[in-house]
């Protein structure tokens, strides 16, 4: 068996938080922006754990797929710690996750702001950036649905290596989904990353707007 799991490329890209201004949308405006942020640090912290455990879990990988079934005790080792680095991501996967959700709860906040607004230009360019937050918070929970399945389907590829009676076809049937999910993954990683450009761009465009003013 020499074919290998693609490793991901984990979402990276920054929420930027907005600076302090002195007019009461501005502030509101930085105020919202500053608790994302805030409430995504752990989030932050997550991906960096996950992109570690991915990459040495991929060197151990490509280092199983050398082995042969007569250096089964190296073997089971070597299969052992993947599936442990596995559970690992898992967990900051959760990490990541409540650290998003925590951030979601204050998109709500808006809504007020956008009440407020005494201009209608101003109160469409802050729903747009609403949506656009709404809409990479609802992207990166695809992420984590569809990690989840690519963790299960390579946990199921971990322990058909240690399997005797697993025959070579459905191993590579088994990598060959793993994979396909793996591309998932990415492609959702690289929505989340254009739409987390989007709301920095938005936000940007939006600040200099109500500076002018």
């Known amino acids: ?74 073997l089971k080792t070597k299969v052992s710690e993947v599936e442990e680095s596995l559970e690992q991501r898992l967990s900051f996967l959760e990490d990541e996750e409540s650290s998003i959700g925590k951030a979601k709860e204050s998109v709500a906040t808006f809504d007020e702001i956008i009440e407020k607004a005494d201009e209608e230009k101003i109160k469409a360019e802050i729903t ?13 929970s695809d992420f984590v649905e569809n990690y989840k399945t690519l963790a299960d389907l390579q946990k199921e590829l971990y322990g058909m290596l240690v399997d005797e009676e697993t025959e070579v076809s459905k191993l590579q049937e088994k990598v060959t989904e793993v994979n396909k999910q793996n591309e998932t993954v990415k492609g959702i990683i690289n929505s989340f990353n254009e739409a987390t450009g989007t709301v920095n761009k938005l936000k940007e465009d939006l600040f200099n707007k109500l500076a002018e003013k």
């Open 128 to 140: 747009e950036l609403r949506d656009s937050v709404n809409n990479r918070y609802d992207l990166h």
């Open 1 to 74: 068996m020499r074919k290998y799991i693609v490793s991901i490329i984990l979402i990276g890209t920054l929420f930027l938080s907005a600076c302090n201004f002195g007019s009461s949308t501005e502030k509101d405006l930085a105020d919202v922006l500053s608790k994302l942020n805030s409430a995504e640090e752990k989030y932050r912290e997550a991906q960096g754990e996950l992109s570690s455990l991915e990459k040495s879990e991929q060197t151990l990988f490509n280092e199983i797929i050398q082995l042969t079934q007569e250096e089964k005790e190296e």
